[in-house]
């Protein structure tokens, strides 16, 4: 009786440490991706949809931001988070700023969702932002209402005109019911290339939060493959290949966009990169 006893408390002890390693949100899209467990609707439909954008001077901190697409005809786009926990005291905060001069107007509604992270269930509004700042803001929402429910939280980027909405540094609630290890492994990979654009060669960097099979191509961006640059088991860290600018049987690529492609078996990344010759 006393062994069972102390299995069941054995038990507790290991589901509260289990809860204790919880992780907040706090995203600075460093990863140069909107991580898989975010969603982002192209409710417009009109093919351009939320990514990241890597630039110092307009990311809030690091590198990377988020960045809302344009369209002339008005944009219809969400960014939206992972389900949360919401406990007392918790927030929704992150910081925007238009990417373009004043005559580029960025609005954006937030809004909140207790079921699914589909448009219609978006029945919450937590605020209407009309003509955000060309420095960077902080806006916050207290989701004290919402004390017990798991939510999902969106950016719906609703601007008329031809420039970018820029939003970095979400921080909030708890993350539901994530696999702490998987998630955080997936958001760890990094690919970049520099200098881009390019006229000779660029130094491709990748980073690989573990052992793993990677392989690292580069297409045209009809993709059809011109240069494989590495494959093979890798260890984790930090890998940088440089690129010449020839395709598998030695010979210059013209001028133009490239895709490069770094693909393994937990994650697949691509990015574009410019030549000009
Ligand atoms: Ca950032
Ligand atoms: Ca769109």
């Not at 020839?246 to 990169?273: H, Q, R, W």
Request: include cysteine; charged fraction near 20%; proline fraction near 4%.
């Amino acid at each position: 009786m006393y062994y069972k006893t102390l299995a069941l408390v054995l038990v507790i002890v290991l589901v509260v440490s289990s809860n204790a390693m919880a992780v907040q949100l706090d995203e600075g899209f460093e990863g140069g991706v909107i991580p898989d467990n975010w969603t982002v609707i192209d409710n417009d439909q009109d093919g351009r949809e939320w990514d990241t954008f890597h630039s110092n001077q307009y990311a809030h901190t690091g590198e990377w931001s988020a960045r809302a697409p344009w369209s002339f005809e008005g944009d219809d786009d969400w960014l939206i988070t992972p389900q949360l926990i919401v406990a007392s005291g918790d927030s929704l905060i992150f910081w925007a700023r238009r990417f373009g001069t004043p005559q580029f107007v960025e609005d954006f509604n937030v809004l909140l969702s207790t079921t699914t992270p589909e448009v219609l269930n978006f029945t919450e509004i937590l605020g209407e932002v009309r003509d955000v700042p060309g420095v960077y803001t902080e806006y916050e929402y207290p989701l004290d209402e919402y004390v017990g429910y798991t939510v999902y939280l969106a950016i719906q980027c609703i601007s008329v005109d031809g420039n970018y909405l820029l939003v970095d540094d979400v921080i909030g609630p708890e993350i539901s019911g994530v696999c702490v290890e998987e998630n955080v492994s997936s958001s760890l990979f990094k690919l970049n290339n520099y200098p881009n654009p390019f006229n000779y060669s660029t130094s491709i960097q990748y980073f690989l939060p573990g052992n793993m099979n990677v392989e690292l191509v580069i297409y045209n961006i009809k993709g059809r493959r011109m240069r494989k640059l590495t494959s093979g088991k890798e260890l984790a860290g930090t890998h940088t290949i440089s690129w010449n600018g020839k395709d598998d049987f030695g010979v210059p690529v013209a001028s133009g966009i490239y895709l490069y492609k770094l693909s393994t078996n937990k994650k697949e990344i691509t990015k574009k990169m410019v030549i000009l010759r």
